[in-house]
């Protein structure tokens, strides 16, 4: 156990190195082999790289990469994920919906799923909770200093032949956590306000930008709508979107201005958790790196301009989230996307066209989520207003 922890603490500190999050993470198979370590890669170059590069999530994806390219790996069952930090909601909900346990050696108050450091994981949705009981293993770690606590959650697995993590360990855990988290949350404020936004549909066709958007969706700059108000306009891109996806899910990112930016399909076929907003949101991100890593402080300042923060946009779920761990998934990693409180005049970022759940289940799901997801960014998906669209997808 210390010896796992251990290697996810130099991954934690590679991180911080890197000037990301600093957390890091490793997957063991069921002899308690390390099969991968990494690190969190949000921020790249002083770049947001891909808002979901969480080290779980990484690790899973990994897996399943994996795994489609013949490798024989243990089943999810038989894996343990190793981490510094307790998971955050996108992480949790990956974790779950592929089946894998976990080790979480520090906690986080305002984004852990098990913030309040009890094991019950009352912050998941009800039919969740036995799963992450059986599956969260949360070691005791020895001593007298504030780092010191008893164990909780799940047993961990046999192999492990030490069930507990060193204070110094845990301490370096808990810091190297710590010790990033301001000068990333001070790179999040690097973005433009909505009034000094630019419409990127005023660019010539022939733009670096809109040549780069156009290669990863063509159909971007296509349609148009009041900002924040999609409209049945909108229908035939969710719908051919889902058409291509086995699983019939989409999601659209939608600018300040109203531009149709992006319209994907998830790849579930591929990995478990590549779902259509975790698809979407990763390519605007990565849209967004690509363009500006490397280039002139113009050039980043005009990426800056034409192509928003996604926080002053709007994500399109074709069907709203539900009770199950992808759709947890997806509501952590929007709010990761996020990065921080929604701008007052735009509340309603996440809209979805056809239910899943109904609201007031849908708001409870949310109410019970960790400080950072309930309190700070204020999760609140809505039902798009426009009825002529959820009558125009239904049918
Ligand atoms: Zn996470």
Not at 30 to 59: C, M, W, Y
Not at 195 to 214: F, G
Not at 362 to 388: E, F
């Amino acid at each position: 156990m210390q010896a796992a922890v251990a290697i996810a603490a130099a991954e934690a500190i590679a991180a911080k190195t890197q000037g990301t999050f600093g957390v890091g993470g490793l997957m063991l198979d069921q002899h308690g082999n390390v099969l991968k370590s990494l690190h969190n890669n949000v921020i790249r170059h002083g770049l947001v790289f891909d808002p979901t590069a969480h080290g779980e999530r990484q690790l899973i994806d990994w897996y399943y990469a994996e795994r489609a390219r013949g490798r024989a790996l243990p089943a999810p069952g038989d894996i343990t994920i190793v981490t510094t930090l307790d998971p955050c909601c996108m992480c949790s909900g990956a974790i779950l919906a592929g089946g894998f346990n976990v080790v979480a050696a520090a906690p986080d108050r305002i984004a852990g799923i098990n913030y309040d450091c009890d094991a019950t994981f009352g912050a998941l949705p009800a039919g969740l909770r036995a799963q992450a009981q059986r599956s969260f293993s949360y070691p005791a770690v020895l001593g007298a200093s504030l780092y010191a606590r008893a164990g909780a959650g799940a047993t961990p697995r046999p192999f492990f032949i030490g069930k507990t993590i060193a204070e110094a360990t845990q301490a370096l855990c808990a810091l190297a956590f710590e010790a990033t988290s301001r000068e990333v949350v001070a790179l999040f404020g690097a973005d433009r306000a909505r009034e000094q936004l630019r419409d990127p549909a005023t660019l010539a066709p022939d733009h670096r930008i809109v040549r780069a958007l156009k290669q990863l969706h063509p159909d971007a700059l296509t349609y148009r709508c009041a900002p924040h108000v999609p409209d049945a306009g909108l229908a035939p891109f969710l719908r051919q979107a889902m058409v291509r996806a086995e699983e019939g899910d989409a999601v659209a990112l939608l600018d300040a201005f109203g531009n149709l930016l992006l319209c994907m399909s998830g790849k579930r076929a591929q990995s478990g958790i590549r779902s259509a907003f975790m698809e979407t949101t990763r390519a605007y991100a990565q849209l967004r790196y690509k363009l500006m890593d490397g280039a002139s402080a113009a050039q980043q300042e005009e990426v800056r301009l034409y192509l928003g923060h996604p926080r002053e946009g709007t994500f399109v779920f074709a069907h709203g989230p539900d009770h199950g761990a992808v759709s947890f998934m997806d509501l952590g990693a929007w709010a990761s996307t996020m990065e921080g409180p929604l701008p007052a005049h735009n509340p309603a970022q996440l809209q979805y066209v056809a239910p899943r759940i109904d609201a007031a289940a849908l708001a409870a799901v949310c109410a019970a989520m960790p400080p950072l997801y309930r309190d700070v960014i204020g999760l609140n998906p809505t039902q798009v207003r426009d009825h002529a669209l959820v009558a125009a997808l239904a049918s």
